[in-house]
């Protein structure tokens, strides 16, 4: 099993740009998210699915757009990108919601 | 928002010591969760503890809940310069709740 992976590893975008950070994990769970990780700001919740056409947003969810048309992928929108945007980005997913979640090796964005 | 709180933020020890890490939250919780990271890296899980359990153990892990003063601890045994990473705590709420996670420790580990 490969797990969780994400792609790209590293993205470097201009102001307004836009772009898909992809997410798939192989292990048939039906929760999956989204965090962004900044300096002193642990882990905020972005956007979450509880499985495949079902999501609901988190804690910071503005100026990001998702979609659940399959078990395995949970693709992050950014519509029109924004300096406070630059981040490391994770994704994780967990058998069912509350349980043990397994992270991808995240996504280092940012946008100038 | 952060619904655990880790303390301290930050330690440092000698290879060898004990490490004490804190979590405090503020609701009722289902369980709650240890995760480390490794710099750079995404978080891998360590333990669950479950609200009607008050301690449990994994190797060199020991993990205690206080569900009467909203309060977890993590005690990494016999530390390891390879044990130094940032360790979170993240509650679970239950129901369709999400996972809240915490701001972190940092542990430093010298050889």
């Known amino acids: 099993n490969a797990g969780v992976t994400q792609t790209p590893k590293f993205q470097v975008l201009k102001t307004g740009q836009s772009m898909t950070l992809q997410c798939a994990q192989d292990?048939?769970?039906?929760?999956m998210s989204w965090y962004r990780q900044d300096p002193g700001m642990g882990l905020r919740l972005i956007h979450y699915?509880?499985?495949?056409?079902?999501?609901d947003q988190g804690e910071v969810p503005n100026g990001y757009n998702v979609s659940r048309s399959t078990t395995e992928d949970f693709p992050l929108r950014l519509l029109s990108a924004a300096p406070s945007q630059t981040s490391v980005y994770f994704c994780?997913?967990?058998?069912?919601?509350?349980?043990?979640?397994?992270f991808g090796p995240g996504t280092r964005l940012t946008v100038l | 928002s952060q619904q655990g709180e880790e303390d301290p933020q930050a330690l440092s020890i000698q290879e060898g010591e004990n490490a004490t890490m804190n979590c405090s939250y503020k609701?009722?919780?289902?369980?709650l969760q240890w995760y480390r990271q490794n710099s750079g890296r995404g978080l891998v899980h360590l333990i669950l503890?479950?609200?009607?359990?008050r301690e449990k153990h994994s190797g060199r892990l020991r993990v205690t809940l206080d569900t009467s003063k909203k309060s977890s601890s993590l005690l990494i045994t016999a530390s390891r310069a390879a044990d130094t990473a940032s360790y979170f705590c993240?509650?679970?709420?239950?129901?369709?709740?999400?996972?809240?996670f915490g701001k972190g420790t940092m542990l430093l580990v010298s050889p």
């Open positions: 699915s509880v499985g495949a056409g079902i999501t």
């Open positions: 292990m048939n769970h039906e929760y």
């Open positions: 994780a997913s967990s058998l069912t919601v509350g349980h043990e979640q397994f």
């Open positions: 503890i479950r609200s009607n359990e």
């Open positions: 993240a509650t679970d709420a239950g129901g369709y709740s999400t996972l809240t």
């Open positions: 609701t009722s919780i289902n369980n």
